[in-house]
Structure formats: structure tokens, C-alpha cells
């Protein structure tokens, strides 16, 4: 049962991270079984699905925007998202506050790092991330806050390879947290799915993405 599987993930979290429920896929009647069960922070990976299941949730459910994120569908979320995790150019930041502002809000955001050791996972590398904390042009942009850095690990059983990679993550967070500038204000790490949270918490996230291990299997 889904109220089940939220409350055992989180006892797990050991109150270290924020569960996000990830809905991607699943009928509003899910989506309002977890909120019933006390979840508030939704994720989805596409625009168009997160619009369209947004105004038939109560409204006070945060919205995750997840997957890759196209700079012309920003405009189709950027009244209501709570936090985009998948920033990868300061093109795609340049858009967010641009839409931002039309709606008078600040969105959060984080940028997503490429940690796995696959060609299909979008993301910024280590250097690239520095460099878009550093670009002059965040100082035009005051209707953005970048809040952290999202990760996904290499899908794979070797759970010490896993590790690895969180633990780089957690590195990198720590060293770009140093990082001073009123845009920048690092409090979130988003690292573990459904098959690898518990190492990613012991890894120090602070946001875990869960789907199937609530939800059951996507086809
Ligand atoms: C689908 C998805 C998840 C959740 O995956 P599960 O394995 O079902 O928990 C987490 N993060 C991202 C970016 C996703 O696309």
C-alpha cells in the first residue's frame, strides 16, 4: 500500500532528508492516495504532465520539476514549480528567471552534475558548475535562487561504486557551498532513487526522489 511505503521510507530517512514522491506516470488517484498519506512534495520529470496534474492537487503540494528541462516549456510551469533540479546552462537559468518574473516569485533551483559513468545522463561537470556560479551574468538574475546540486549515480548493483559517487557529489557540494553570492544559497542535496536512497542518505543528501518503491513499477 502507498501509505505504507511512505511511511517506511520515510523511518529510514531518519529525519536527515525530505521525501519527494515521484509520480511520473501514475494516474491523480495515486498522487492523491500519497497525499492523503501525508506527502507534499511531488516530482515529475515532464512539463507537461506536472501541468496538467498540478490543478487537480490541493494547492498546497510542492511541485519538483526533475527531468531534463527544454528553456521553451519553462514557461508552462513557472507559476506554480516549487524547485527545478535540473539546471544545466546559464541559458536554461536566464529563461527560469525570465518566467520567474513574470509570476513575481523567485524559483529555486539546482544544478544537476553529471556523476554516473554513462553517456545518456544530462549534467555539468564539476568545472562547469564553478564557472556557472561564478558567471558575472547571475547579478541579472533576481528572480532565481540556486539552492544546491541534483545527482543521479550509475544504475547498477555495485553499491560501493554507488557510494563513490555520492560521496563525490557531497564533495562537490561542500566545496561550491563556499561560494558567495546572494543568488547562491546552498541548503539541498538531491541524490537517491528508489533503489539507492539509503546509501545516498548515509552520503548526506537532503532530498531523495522516490517512485517505484512507493508507486510500484512504471511500464
Ligand atoms: C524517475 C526518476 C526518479 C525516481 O526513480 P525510481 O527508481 O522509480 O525511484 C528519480 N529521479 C529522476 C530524475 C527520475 O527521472
Known amino acids: 500500500m502507498i501509505a505504507d511505503s511512505i ?26 492516495e500519497a497525499y492523503e498519506a501525508g506527502c507534499r512534495q511531488f516530482g515529475e520529470n515532464k ?18 520539476l526533475i527531468g531534463h528541462l527544454q528553456t521553451n516549456k519553462v514557461k508552462y510551469i513557472a507559476s506554480f514549480v516549487a524547485m527545478i533540479h535540473s539546471i544545466d546552462s546559464l541559458k536554461l537559468l536566464q529563461e527560469v528567471n525570465k518566467q520567474a518574473a513574470k509570476h513575481n516569485r523567485v524559483i529555486d533551483c539546482l544544478l544537476q552534475i553529471y556523476i554516473a559513468d554513462e553517456e545518456t545522463k544530462f549534467g555539468l561537470s564539476a568545472d562547469e558548475a564553478e564557472a556557472l556560479l561564478q558567471a558575472p551574468e547571475l547579478n541579472e538574475l533576481p528572480n532565481v535562487r540556486i539552492v544546491g546540486l541534483m545527482g543521479l549515480a550509475t544504475n547498477t548493483d555495485d553499491e560501493s561504486k554507488i557510494r563513490g559517487e555520492f560521496r563525490g557529489l557531497k564533495l562537490l557540494y561542500d566545496k561550491l557551498s563556499q561560494i ?18 539509503r546509501i545516498a542518505v548515509e552520503e548526506g543528501s537532503t532530498l531523495v526522489r522516490v517512485g517505484s518503491a512507493i508507486f510500484g513499477s512504471r511500464n
Open 180 to 197: 558567495q553570492r546572494p543568488m547562491i544559497r546552498f541548503h539541498e542535496l538531491s541524490m537517491g532513487m528508489s533503489g539507492d536512497y
Open 7 to 32: 511511511r517506511l521510507i520515510e523511518s529510514e530517512l531518519h529525519g536527515k532528508a525530505t521525501l519527494i514522491a515521484v509520480t511520473k506516470t501514475k494516474p491523480v488517484e495515486l498522487l492523491l
Open 47 to 64: 512539463v507537461q504532465e506536472m501541468a496538467d496534474k498540478q490543478p487537480q492537487l490541493p494547492t498546497d503540494v510542492q511541485w519538483h
